[in-house]
């Protein structure tokens, strides 16, 4: 067991990695009453290739997801009605890159966590069951079709992607889903839910002695073979798949996302990194206290709908901007003109990078009284290879230049690609 004390944020961090390979982390806080867990798998919508023991197999897009679905149905009922006997919430959701169930509570914290990982470890399925969830799935898929902007994501990935598996849905497709069986969701349970592809993390106050025996006592009953496990990924080229793309729909005004697709190669660390510096940099450009979003705004370009973002993980990473427009090309027009501009000038400070560092640490600290916050966030960091509370380090280490290097070379305008969404006529 690891005890490690951050002594700057008064926060204690346990943990272990118990015989079986699960690793478990207990974040100590003294005098909440709200206990929050979270059991998380390193299995997410793009792990649909990979070899186990020898043996290659291709699975249909979407099954992570259809798999967290059918993890709550059990052959005594629906494990959600159990949580709510014993007066926790709970809840579950699938990533590109994992899948976590989580629950809260103030009660009942031990029979609560005996419920998640009962749940999670032991799965059940029936032909029957499969096919009435395939149905509900589906179901679930042709509603989203008729979201604007989920509609307006899914061709954004699909025209900045042309291999990757973020360019397909996480719930997968209609045709994928029909093709799913109760052995292919046997063979994922048995290869992604095994102890050593897992974190447990639980957030609260309790005595951390008895936290972990408890739950050494129950992975104890478990069976588990360690498996040769190897996950393939595509070769994804540097151009995008498609320059403009054009949807049509029942909206009451046109919209427009921009993205630009970035080739990483980066490390951990690095890209860690990269995340803020590139949060700061489209802040201080794009964001509220900028001129140039009070020209966007006041020139009607783009309404209070306008966002942006930077999203880098492992094997992919993009920038997007979106908004309702009355001029999708203007609007256009004018973003890639002011990313030129600003590329060209020195437009950054060092008074507007403090700035943004002072109110993203002010946010940070303050989201650490959430054990929500804190259980979720850490188990992105912890499997991405980071740590959440080594986050003010990187800010701290963030300088001018990085921001103008990472504008500069993020930004690229020979990987960029547009999706226009028409209102019908």
């Known amino acids: 067991m690891t005890v490690k004390y951050y002594e700057a944020l008064e926060e204690t961090v346990i943990s272990e990695t118990l015989p079986n390979g699960l690793e478990v982390v207990y974040v100590k806080k003294p005098g909440f009453n709200k206990k929050y867990a979270t059991y998380t798998t390193r299995f997410g919508s793009k792990d649909n290739h990979f070899t186990v023991d020898g043996k290659e197999h291709k699975i249909p897009d979407g099954i992570a997801h259809f798999l967290e679905h059918k993890m709550f149905e059990k052959e005594d009922g629906d494990v959600f009605h159990k949580f709510s006997e014993h007066g926790a919430?709970?809840?579950?959701?699938?990533?590109?890159?994992?899948?976590?169930?989580?629950?809260?509570?103030?009660?009942?914290?031990?029979?609560?966590?005996?419920?998640?990982?009962?749940?999670?470890?032991?799965?059940?399925?029936?032909?029957?069951?499969?096919?009435?969830?395939?149905?509900?799935?589906?179901?679930?898929?042709?509603?989203?079709?008729?979201?604007?902007?989920?509609?307006?994501?899914?061709?954004?990935?699909?025209?900045?992607?042309?291999?990757?598996?973020?360019?397909?849905?996480?719930?997968?497709?209609?045709?994928?889903?029909s093709k799913i069986t109760k052995e292919d969701l046997y063979l994922c349970h048995d290869t992604f839910y095994a102890p050593n592809n897992m974190v447990l993390i639980v957030v609260g106050d309790l005595n951390e002695d008895e936290l972990f025996n408890y739950v050494k006592n129950h992975q104890s009953k478990r069976e588990h073979s360690k498996k040769d496990l190897i996950v393939h990924s595509v070769s994804e080229p540097k151009e995008v798949n498609e320059k403009i793309k054009t949807?049509?729909?029942?909206?009451?005004?046109?919209?427009?996302?921009?993205?630009?697709?970035?080739?990483?190669?980066?490390?951990?660390?690095?890209?860690?990194?990269?995340?803020?510096?590139?949060?700061?940099?489209?802040?201080?450009?794009?964001?509220?206290?900028?001129?140039?979003?009070?020209?966007?705004?006041?020139?009607?370009?783009?309404?209070?709908?306008?966002?942006?973002?930077?999203?880098?993980?492992?094997?992919?990473?993009?920038?997007?901007?979106?908004?309702?427009?009355?001029?999708?090309?203007?609007?256009?027009?004018?973003?890639?003109?002011?990313?030129?501009?600003?590329?060209?000038?020195?437009y950054f400070t060092e008074d507007m990078l403090l700035s943004e560092k002072r109110e993203t640490i002010g946010d940070y600290l303050s989201s650490l009284n959430s054990p929500e916050y804190i259980a979720n966030q850490y188990t992105k960091y912890f499997l991405d290879g980071g740590n959440l509370y080594e986050i003010l380090d990187i800010i701290e280490a963030i300088t001018i230049d990085d921001v103008k290097e990472a504008f500069e070379t993020v930004l690229d305008d020979n990987y960029v690609s547009r999706v226009e969404m028409i209102k019908n006529a």
Do not use: W
Not at 96 to 105: A, G, H, K, N, Q
């Open 247 to 346: 949807i049509n729909m029942n909206v009451s005004e046109d919209r427009f996302m921009l993205g630009y697709k970035f080739n990483n190669d980066l490390s951990t660390k690095e890209l860690l990194k990269l995340d803020f510096t590139m949060m700061f940099a489209l802040e201080m450009v794009f964001g509220p206290k900028s001129d140039y979003y009070y020209e966007l705004i006041n020139s009607g370009l783009v309404d209070d709908s306008f966002q942006f973002a930077f999203n880098g993980e492992s094997d992919f990473a993009h920038t997007v901007f979106v908004s309702h427009t009355n001029d999708i090309e203007s609007t256009v027009k004018r973003i890639k003109e002011i990313i030129d501009e600003v590329k060209s000038t020195d």
């Open 89 to 177: 919430s709970a809840n579950a959701f699938t990533s590109f890159d994992r899948t976590s169930y989580l629950f809260s509570c103030t009660e009942n914290f031990y029979d609560n966590l005996e419920l998640l990982m009962d749940m999670v470890e032991n799965p059940y399925f029936t032909d029957e069951s499969v096919e009435k969830e395939i149905g509900i799935i589906n179901e679930e898929i042709k509603m989203y079709q008729d979201n604007p902007g989920f509609r307006l994501f899914t061709a954004m990935m699909e025209s900045l992607y042309q291999k990757h598996p973020v360019r397909i849905d996480i719930a997968g497709t209609l045709e994928s889903i």
